[in-house]
Every structure is written in C-alpha cells, then in structure tokens.
C-alpha cells in the first residue's frame, strides 16, 4: 500500500497485523469509469480505500449543475461521511472518473473495529481529523486564492491524474468556467 506521510501517521498507530487484520475486512471491487460508488438519495453503506483510479464527488446546484467538490485519488479513502457516520441520505454523488480498484469496508465492521480497542478508535479519529484539514485546505482556496493559484495547487499535487479528469469537472473543482480554465492552463504553458 503506497501510503503518504499524513496517511503514515494515522497507519503508525496500528501494527502490521492490525492493518492486516483490518484489510481481511474489507471487499475488494473494481469499478468501471463513470460509475458511482453513492449518489444522492442513497445511505452510504461503505467506506473504501482507493487502490487505484482516481474518484469525485459531487453535487447538484439549485440549477441542478454539477459541482464538483472534491477529487480523491490511489491511496485515498472515500466516503459520503456524513450520511456513512449518521446512516441517512446522502446529498452528494461520488462517481469514477477513470477505472478504480477499491477496497470496501461495511459501517458495521468500521463501528466494530472502533468498539475492539482503543487504537482503532484513535486511527479513524486521525482518518476525520485528516478530512476536516483537506476541506479547510480546501476552503481556504477557494475564498483566498486565485483560480490560477487554486490550478497549480492541484497540478503540483496531482500532476499525473490531471490528464485523466475531464477539463469541465476541473473547472468545476476550481469554481470557474471552462474557458477561464483555458486561459489559465495557456498562461501556465508558456
């Protein structure tokens, strides 16, 4: 497992044979580009860790527009949190964009691993606690940075998914149009 230095220190507190014991767990599932892992309407039976592919999730304006909030690629778990924390419907739609391998855990085996020992319990409060730091990350760029900024932030991160990502869903990801996307893609190339 390729893991990055924040998922190295939520994986630090458990031993090997925790990790193993929690992956023997999990379901292993391909999915197939453009099919959804939860849409909007459904309760979020799962959590995955993304073995590879890259996913996004989404939602609908009151324009019914796609808004695309978040990117999430190999080495990245994936959850409609909210509705697989509380069991109720999801707001959101979290879809393929290229091909996934993914490795599913059930709530019940989560809450079960949680109730066992306390080291769970510390990994998966480090799993949230690494969440709510990407959405702040997140949200500080879109209200303090500019689009261009917002674009080399996600090209200096991700460089080689951003050839797999459709340029509208990019756009979309930044809060900008296409065209201004365009622009700025032209500016950074020269």
């Known amino acids: 497992m390729g893991l990055d230095s924040r998922q190295q220190r939520a994986f630090s507190t458990l031993t090997d044979q925790e ?7 999990g379901e292993h599932r391909k999915i197939q580009t453009g099919e959804y892992f939860v849409r ?23 324009d019914r527009e796609e808004i695309t909030y978040c990117f999430r690629f190999a080495g990245d778990f994936v959850t409609a949190y909210s509705s697989f924390i509380f069991q109720n419907e999801t707001p ?3 879809q393929s964009i290229t091909d996934c391998e993914l490795i599913l855990f059930r709530k019940q085996d989560v809450d079960k691993l ?12 480090m799993l949230a606690e690494q969440e709510y730091l990407y959405m702040e990350k997140r949200i500080f760029l879109l209200q303090r940075e500019s689009a261009e900024h917002r674009y080399l932030d996600l090209l200096n991160n991700h460089p080689e ?7 509208s869903q990019i756009a979309s990801y930044l809060g900008i149009t296409q065209r201004h996307l365009s622009r700025i893609r032209k500016q950074i190339s020269i």
């Open 114 to 125: 949680q109730e066992s020992d306390i080291k769970w319990m510390r990994f998966f409060k």
């Open 161 to 167: 998914y951003l050839k797999q990502i459709p340029l």
């Open 19 to 25: 990790i193993d014991q929690m992956m023997s767990l």
């Open 92 to 94: 959101e739609n979290i």
């Open 40 to 62: 909007e309407g459904d309760v979020c039976k799962y959590a995955a860790y993304i073995t590879s592919g890259v996913m996004r999730s989404f939602y609908y304006s009151s």
